[in-house]
């Protein structure tokens, strides 16, 4: 999201965003003389406030949330939420004021931002400021409408560094050209894409360098990157994980919406599968008993329990690390079962690029 800030040296409004190569800044105002400090820095938090409520759309969709023609469902609120942005511009303009029967707040998350908004600038009371602040809102509106449509250029880059539960199928298809173009991954899937979209085509790559990987070696696919652990120490859990249900028949997609969307429940404070985490904290008892380690061992091993697999404050992105540190796993052992005259990474990347182009339908 955008961030508001108030300049007191210069006495201007502006706004930053992330861009995955470090945070930009704009100039939003030119704030009039007679603005307040507090005045100031309420345009700011308000601001604020009112890019988070609208970038929230971004992060959650109505589209993973379920039917959102069923009244009062979340996805029916999701869906209620975007189509509140038509609803800015008025409550910049005429917000709701206080009156001898109250004051009237919305419900709604966007709506009550932008009326704060509003309040704040029919305090101040200057027509230029007015519209000054009413185009910074289109434009960061804007942005988020191109982000939804999978341009990520401009402001709406500010979508690399956040995570959604849903992919853009141009996204995916751009990081598979540039998976396709250096397997190991370059810095520009994390700098110029969705990091989901750009997860979805990692994970079909990770599946094709691990079928190349155990082949050489004699494993199978799903047991790649832990055999490659033992060479140099590698993110093993969760790339594992990712095989074993590629492995299975799920696709690319389905695997990485869900790892993201339980770290994005579990962000919030909710447990999105209850008895699937008490499973595996009585799968880790069952291995204490079963190897009958001490107290110590036993409680370590509780200790590194993790409700969610992936960083909750940034799944997607943490995802995609994973992804990749797998098929450098899978490059280890390759290599590890070559002949040591040859180019290795050559030889990888064209036996990958092979075995990924095997199987194009598997990409999403």
């Known amino acids: 999201m955008t961030r508001y800030a108030f300049d007191a040296d210069r006495n201007v409004l502006v706004a930053t965003w992330p861009s995955g190569r470090g945070d930009l800044a704009q100039t939003v105002a030119v704030l009039p003389p007679t603005v307040t400090h507090d005045q100031a820095t309420s345009l700011a938090s308000h601001l604020t406030t009112l890019s988070r409520f609208q970038w929230r759309t971004y992060t959650h969709p ?16 999701r869906a209620e939420e975007r189509r509140n942005f038509k609803e800015v511009e008025a409550g910049i303009h ?4 206080p009156s ?17 908004l509003g309040r704040t600038l029919h305090e101040i009371d200057d027509p230029t400021l007015r519209d000054a602040i009413a185009a910074e809102v289109s434009a960061e509106q804007a942005a ?80 790649v990157v832990v055999e ?35 770290a994005m429940a579990v962000h919030e404070g909710r447990v999105p599968a209850p008895w699937a985490v008490v499973a595996r904290v009585a799968e880790i008892e069952e291995q204490a008993r079963k190897f009958e380690v001490d107290a110590d061992t036993r ?3 509780l200790a590194g329990f993790r409700i969610s697999r992936l960083d909750p404050s940034r799944p997607a992105l943490d995802l ?25 990474e050559t030889l990888f990347t064209a036996d990958v690029r092979l075995e990924a182009d095997a199987d194009p339908e598997h990409l999403l």
């Open 62 to 77: 109505a589209s993973a949330a379920g039917d959102p023609d069923i009244p009062n469902s979340e996805a029916w609120r």
């Open 94 to 97: 005429t917000p709701n004021l």
């Open 100 to 116: 001898e029967e109250g004051l009237v707040v919305s419900y709604s998350g966007v709506v009550e931002s932008a009326h704060r």
């Open 144 to 223: 988020i409408e191109s982000a939804e449509r999978g341009d990520l250029s401009d402001r709406a880059r500010q979508a690399v560094e956040l995570s959604r539960p849903d992919v853009s199928p141009a996204q995916v298809q751009a990081a598979d050209d540039l998976l396709r173009a250096d397997p190991l991954g370059s810095v520009e899937l994390f700098t110029e894409l969705d990091p989901a979209s750009a997860a979805v085509a990692a994970a079909h790559w990770l599946l094709a360098a691990a079928e190349v990987a155990g082949e050489m070696a004699g494993v199978p696919c799903t047991d």
């Open 228 to 262: 490659a652990d033992d060479i140099e120490a590698l993110q093993v859990e969760t790339p594992t994980l990712v095989l074993e249900r590629l492995d299975a028949g799920e696709s690319p997609t389905e695997v990485v919406v869900d790892l993201i969307a339980e």
């Open 299 to 301: 409680a370590a091993m």
């Open 320 to 344: 995609l690390e994973d992804l990749l540190d797998g098929i450098r796993g899978c490059l280890l052992l390759y290599a590890a079962h070559t002949d040591d005259d040859a180019d290795v």
